[in-house]
């Protein structure tokens, strides 16, 4: 069974840069795209974009010039960096993995609450 | 970017009725590509519906999927306890993917 287990700053002040990292237990990141979705306080879910085991990425164009998402196979993890936060970064971010073919099925992270404050 | 709205915003119903949700896109959904997820509290939300009207694996059938092009319908036939929840269509057709606002399922 797939598990995902994420982790990162929870508090971040406007201008820095967000960095989450979400590690994958059970699987391995070979054959799958790996999301981050995120959801702001009381809206719906945004997916943020994805990434393969080769780093082959997709972005949300909302997002594209600040966000990078990156894979290390060694490690069997990936991560997301969103630069130049403000208070409309604040969500819980969830890294996920979303399968709709072939080996369909949907794994989620336990979420991270992360807050934009001064 | 496809839009997905759903409707209604809130669903009040008893156990045992039947539950309908609309997802209507934008646009073209490119081959149905539709999903459904269950959202309950505190936890991550649960697939249960793909490609418009494939249940997941373990998802009970009293969840059924329909629809196709820009209109979908999610149904509940009996609705159990365990199943007032949000429910969230998304769409992964076209990039970006996008998800619905949700229909949040209460209890009458």
């Known amino acids: 069974q797939v598990q995902l287990q994420q982790w990162g700053a929870g508090l971040l002040k406007p201008s820095e840069t967000l960095s989450l990292t979400c590690g994958v237990y059970?699987?391995?990141?070979?054959?799958?795209?790996w999301s981050w979705i995120r959801q702001p306080p009381g809206k719906g879910l945004e997916w943020i974009g994805e990434?393969?085991?080769?780093?082959?990425?997709t972005y949300n164009p909302s997002l594209n010039s600040r966000v990078t998402i990156s894979a290390d196979t060694s490690k069997n993890q990936f991560s997301l960096k969103l630069s130049s936060v403000t208070a409309a970064d604040t969500a819980v971010y969830y890294c996920?993995?979303?399968?709709?073919?072939?080996?369909?099925?949907?794994?989620w992270g336990q979420g991270t609450l992360v807050t934009v404050s001064t | 970017e496809i839009v997905l709205t759903q409707s209604p915003g809130t669903l009040s119903l008893s156990p045992g009725e039947r539950a309908t949700l609309s997802c209507r896109a934008s646009?073209?959904?490119?081959?149905?590509?539709l999903a459904w997820h269950q959202r309950k509290p505190g936890q991550a939300p649960r697939l249960l519906i793909y490609?418009?009207?494939r249940r997941a694996t373990g998802i009970p059938d009293r969840f059924s999927g329909s629809g196709s092009g820009t209109d979908f319908t999610l149904t509940i036939s009996r609705l159990e306890p365990e199943d007032f929840a949000v429910y969230y269509c998304q769409q992964y057709g076209g990039s970006p993917w996008t998800f619905g606002q949700g229909t949040k399922v209460e209890i009458k």
């Open positions: 990434v393969n085991h080769s780093g082959s990425t």
């Open positions: 059970g699987g391995t990141l070979s054959g799958y795209y």
């Open positions: 996920a993995r979303l399968t709709f073919g072939g080996d369909v099925g949907a794994y």
């Open positions: 646009q073209t959904v490119r081959s149905n590509y």
């Open positions: 490609g418009a009207s």
